[in-house]
């Protein structure tokens, strides 16, 4: 017999939301007379995000490494619009979100900095439904470590067999499954719509 799905864990870019950063690179590429590819290996860069991603630098922090690299004329508080206005609502995901509010505990993990989840959480009014929303900046771990997967499970108090994860990038998909997850790779509205459904969580 199928275990009941008492939970699901949504990530959040690409799926709740769309990362739409090429505009910003052009930007940034333009006013720092750099290449859009150096301007993402900067913004991006493997060590200043990540740490900022984990919680070990603050915005401000994150902003200045920027600044100092790319030379750039904004100040802190343009910079935070300008990375935050990256961020669009998928409105057709998130009807569907809201379809499962009474049905199951809801959460989110998601590899992400105070900047963006701060922004999220005002802008996407369905995450205010939401049982818990963790992200890694706020517990020392990034997915794919199994211990982030673990951590969500313990504080909804729910087993792996009785839960689903929602992300978009297979080797977070990976990292779910790994800990016994019931793994969803997201690639539409619809398609998630289906999955949920042939899970027993949507009619």
């Known amino acids: 017999m199928k275990t009941k799905k008492q939970l699901v864990i949504f990530d959040l870019g690409g799926v709740v939301v769309d990362v739409e950063s090429d505009r910003l690179m052009h930007q940034i590429a333009q006013m720092a007379g750099l290449s859009i590819d150096d301007v993402q290996d900067i913004v991006y860069h493997k060590t200043l995000l990540k740490e900022f991603e984990l919680g070990r ?7 200045y490494g920027l600044k100092e690299k790319l030379h750039l004329p904004w100040t802190f ?7 935050n206005d990256i961020l669009i609502e998928k409105k057709d ?4 979100i809201s379809r499962l509010k009474g049905r199951c505990k809801l959460s989110v993990l998601s590899n992400t900095n105070t900047l963006h989840l701060d922004h999220m959480k005002a802008k996407v009014s369905v995450l205010a439904g939401f049982d818990d929303i963790i992200g890694s900046f706020a517990v020392g771990m990034v997915k794919p470590d199994p211990e982030i997967y673990k ?3 313990k504080r909804a108090g ?9 992300d978009d ?8 499954k790994g ?3 019931h793994a969803i790779r997201f ?3 619809s398609q998630l719509e289906r999955e949920l459904r042939a899970v027993g969580l949507l009619d």
């Not at 729910?158 to 994860?165: C, G, L, S």
């Open 57 to 63: 630098l603050k915005p401000s922090e994150y902003f």
């Open 169 to 176: 990038r297979p080797e977070m998909i990976e990292g779910g």
């Open 77 to 83: 508080e343009q910079f935070q619009q300008f990375w």
């Open 179 to 181: 800990v016994g997850l």
């Open 187 to 189: 690639e539409s509205a």
């Open 158 to 166: 729910v087993a792996a067999e009785a839960a689903v994860y929602v």
């Open 151 to 153: 951590l969500a499970l």
């Open 93 to 96: 995901t998130t009807a569907v």
